[in-house]
């Protein structure tokens, strides 16, 4: 038996240690439970990239009050945040014209069309094939393998206390079951991400939570391109629901169909994003409970290629290569349950986690629902 803290949060990822942030500016005193020794989940293997924009209209309140709250992670926790917007070039005049209603729907100063040379520029590759395209400048950028793991560090040095190594069992009325014994608090929060599986079996299932897995890899860096460089294609535009709610879009994905089937086939998320040492190149998606660890060398391929291609680069220099993992579902982007009067879930099921995590945390701390999920 512990002493109690005002709240217990399970999960050092990112939607945790948001959580953690914003108890802790409240004021409150917080205790982190996680299974692994370090932040090592998904909130390391991603882009580092927050697509507000791109989120669908409905939670544009809680991707603004996400963004606020990265700016403040940010800059309490000294880790690097860039402010510098998402570059989507358009490859057709159907894409192009997904974009230009985009910009008509969400205004100007969300949604900046722009020519081909800017582009060009943006993207340090001079021979872009674009035929125009947008910038996004709200969104922001992170480096991934830092933000997460900066804010657990500054979080501890101001007295949140983390405990590591400890798998959490259940979570009910204030008591947490672990493996180093039961812990006590006046609320707890559970952001397992896909391992919801593993403490609330029945809500993971009614929530058909999966996991998905991702082929990645970080590129060297050519010196034209900008570390914050944040660029999303076509296929991008199909999937976040801001953008595929345009009505050019059932159009696109036929043309993608065709034009792209191998991108199509490996459902791709084709985008990249910089940071200091390199170039984030992917995505490809599977589903599953338990998915292979194996990733499959012709979409690895396909995906670095048509990635590099971007920034003009015709043989990428891979220096790491990964297999991601988030938690998704099909019936809902978010997971958001008061279980009991002490006890709230949240778990992002889909890649947009780390776009989103500051908002979540607020609505999970202010236990309101969010029905535009
Ligand atoms: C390849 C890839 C690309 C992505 N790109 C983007 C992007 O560009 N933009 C974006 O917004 N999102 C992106 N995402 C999604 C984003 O990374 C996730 O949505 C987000 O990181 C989820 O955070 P989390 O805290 O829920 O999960 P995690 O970071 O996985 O953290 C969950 C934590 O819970 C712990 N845990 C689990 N079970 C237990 C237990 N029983 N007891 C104790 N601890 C437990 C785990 O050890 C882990 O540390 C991407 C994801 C991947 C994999």
Redesign the pocket.
């Known amino acids: 038996m512990d002493t109690s803290p005002d709240l217990i949060v ?9 959580t953690a942030f914003l108890a802790h500016e409240q004021g409150q005193s917080v205790h982190v ?4 020794d370090r ?13 507000f924009t791109a989120q669908a209209d409905g939670i544009q309140d809680v991707a603004d009050v996400s963004r606020a709250g990265w700016l403040r992670a940010a800059a309490a926790a000294g880790f690097w945040a860039a402010t510098s917007g998402t570059w989507l070039p358009a490859a057709t005049e159907v894409e192009m014209q997904v974009l230009r209603e985009f910009a008509e729907h969400r205004g100007p100063e969300r949604v900046r069309l722009v020519g081909r040379d800017e582009l060009a520029d943006a993207l340090g590759n001079p021979g872009l094939e674009a035929v125009g395209g947008a910038h996004l400048p709200r969104d922001m950028r992170v480096d ?1 393998r830092e933000a ?1 793991p900066a804010l657990a560090r500054w979080l501890a040095d101001r007295g949140v206390r983390f405990t590591w190594n ?4 259940s979570a009910a009325d204030g008591i947490v079951e ?1 493996t180093r014994g039961r812990f006590r608090a006046g609320r707890v929060v559970v ?6 599986m ?2 609330f079996p029945d809500l993971a299932e009614r929530h058909q939570v999966r996991v ?5 890899a970080l590129i060297e860096r050519p010196a034209a391109v900008r570390p914050e460089v ?1 660029v999303l294609t076509g296929t991008s535009m199909a999937r976040y629901d801001g953008i595929a709610a345009m009505p050019s879009v059932p159009a696109l994905r036929r043309e993608l169909a065709e034009r792209e089937p191998d991108l199509v086939g490996c459902i791709a998320n084709l ?1 990249a ?1 910089g940071n200091d040492r390199g170039l ?1 190149i ?2 490809s998606h599977g589903y599953s409970l338990s998915p292979e660890p194996f990733v499959d060398a012709a979409t690895a391929d396909l995906l670095l290629g048509k990635g590099g291609a971007l920034f003009g680069v015709e043989s990428p220099r891979v220096l790491e290569r ?6 998704d579902s099909p019936v809902t982007n978010l997971v958001l349950e008061q279980v009991d009067e002490r006890t709230t879930v ?12 500051f908002g979540v945390a607020d609505v999970a701390l202010s236990r309101e629902t969010v029905p535009g999920f």
């Open positions: 399970v999960g050092s990822g990112i939607i945790g240690l948001a439970i996680d299974a692994a932040v090592v989940g998904s909130s390391v293997q991603n882009f580092g990239h927050a697509c991934p997460a400890t798998q959490v069992h672990t952001c397992p991400g896909f391992s919801l593993q403490i998905c897995d991702l082929a990645m944040a985008m994003t984030f992917g995505d990964w297999q991601g993992r988030y938690a949240a778990v992002v099921t889909s890649g947009i986690g780390m776009t989103l995590a």
